[in-house]
């Protein structure tokens, strides 16, 4: 059995070689390269391809996977936002992503940019490397004084929730489908207008499904508090970042941090030390003292890299054994 493998970085090389060692009987051959129509050949031969990437799986691409005789996809992440499913219903792909490698990753980078944000660390920061040792104006807030909204109570937002609790934060919460657990203690309101006019601070934990485009537009920062907190670490597309910029200017939405952007690819994982950024938003969100951006990192830890690898592999075995792992993707 043979698995070809695309867009291994260097940092999943170690948990590729314990899972190799685990697996002698597998043969694995893989590329740096990302899938895409061009490389699909390089797969040829193999019984699973396994990938990570944030380029689309378009229907021209799954079909030169396909046409070299590959229809088994294990995705090393968790988002399938990217992939045309029309398509690979028609070309009968089977299809696995990793939905949990490791929940605390990404809750935590969220909670810890809310922190920063609360405690005003960029500026202070800034301010200590020009060696201004002055405490004024650079005032915090803190964490058990703030009414923290958390929309989406799926995995991680749950372990977010737990965070929170931790600091002492009054913390409401609301999700399509609650959790029964978060019901009993009476952490849900009952509509995300009510959580948009309570909370002092707004953490996202949806997928960037279609349904959920734009989520936070002009609209919904509207009805938020003045002076609110926004932290977004799930997809880029479900805020409409003009209307969150226009927030900002406006004073409207006093702190930001995002870790995703509905315009990151190409973008992020890229250095642009000493070259202009295609993209003037995110130049000027950088430069601003009450804003975080960080670049689609908060899943990036030795440990979920470690399960994106173990897992994505074992499931590509399944496939090729012609069996459904547990991590199959129902479409
Ligand atoms: P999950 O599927 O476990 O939970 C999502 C929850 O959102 C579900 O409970 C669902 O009922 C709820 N939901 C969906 N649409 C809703 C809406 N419009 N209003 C209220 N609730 C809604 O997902 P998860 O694993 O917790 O992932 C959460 C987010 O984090 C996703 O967007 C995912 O893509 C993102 N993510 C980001 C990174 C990163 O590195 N930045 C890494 C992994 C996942
Ligand atoms: C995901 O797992 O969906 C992420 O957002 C992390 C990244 C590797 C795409």
């Known amino acids: ?27 694995v051959d893989y590329t740096q390269e990302l899938l895409t129509p061009e490389t699909a050949k390089l ?8 990938v990570y990437q944030q380029l689309d799986y378009t229907r021209e691409t799954l079909e030169a996977l396909a046409a070299v005789g590959v229809t088994n996809l294990s995705l090393r992440n968790v988002g399938t936002d990217n992939i045309d499913f029309d398509a690979a219903r028609e070309l009968k792909f089977n299809i ?13 980078h969220s909670m810890i940019q809310l922190s920063r944000l609360l405690r005003r660390t960029k500026p202070m920061d800034e301010k200590v490397a020009r060696h201004d040792l002055r405490w004024a104006p650079t ?21 977010a929730i737990n965070i929170l609790k931790g600091f002492g ?14 019901q009993a203690e009476g952490l849900y309101v009952d509509s995300l207008d009510e959580l948009f006019a309570q909370a002092d601070a707004i953490s996202l934990y949806v997928p960037g499904v279609p349904e959920n485009q734009h989520l936070i537009n002009a609209d919904s920062i509207a009805k938020m508090k003045d002076g609110v907190v926004l932290v977004n670490v799930a997809r880029g597309n479900l805020m409409d970042l003009d209307a969150v910029i226009d927030g900002l200017n406006s004073g409207k939405i006093a702190d930001f941090a995002m870790d995703v952007y509905e315009n990151e ?67």
């Open 169 to 182: 934060a009054k913390v409401i919460a609301y999700d399509k489908y609650p959790n029964a657990e978060l």
């Open 43 to 50: 797969a040829a031969g193999a019984d699973s391809a396994v």
């Open 139 to 159: 005032i915090g807030r803190e964490m058990r004084m703030q009414t923290v909204g958390i929309i989406g109570t799926g995995h991680i937002g749950r372990v």
């Open 265 to 331: 690819v190409g973008l992020f994982n890229n250095d642009w030390e000493g070259k202009e950024f295609p993209d003037p938003k995110i130049a000027d969100l950088i430069a601003r003292d009450n804003v975080l951006v960080t670049p689609h990192i908060a899943f990036y830890t030795t440990k979920a890299v470690q399960e994106m690898v173990h897992q994505s592999f074992d499931a590509a075995v399944a496939f090729a054994k012609g069996e459904t792992p547990a991590i199959a993707v129902k479409y």
């Open 96 to 108: 696995s992503n990793v939905p949990v490698y490791s929940p605390n990753a990404i809750a935590e």
């Open 1 to 27: 059995m043979k698995i070809f493998a695309y867009g291994i970085r260097d940092d999943e090389k170690p948990s590729l070689k314990d899972w190799e060692a685990a697996n002698p009987e597998i043969e």
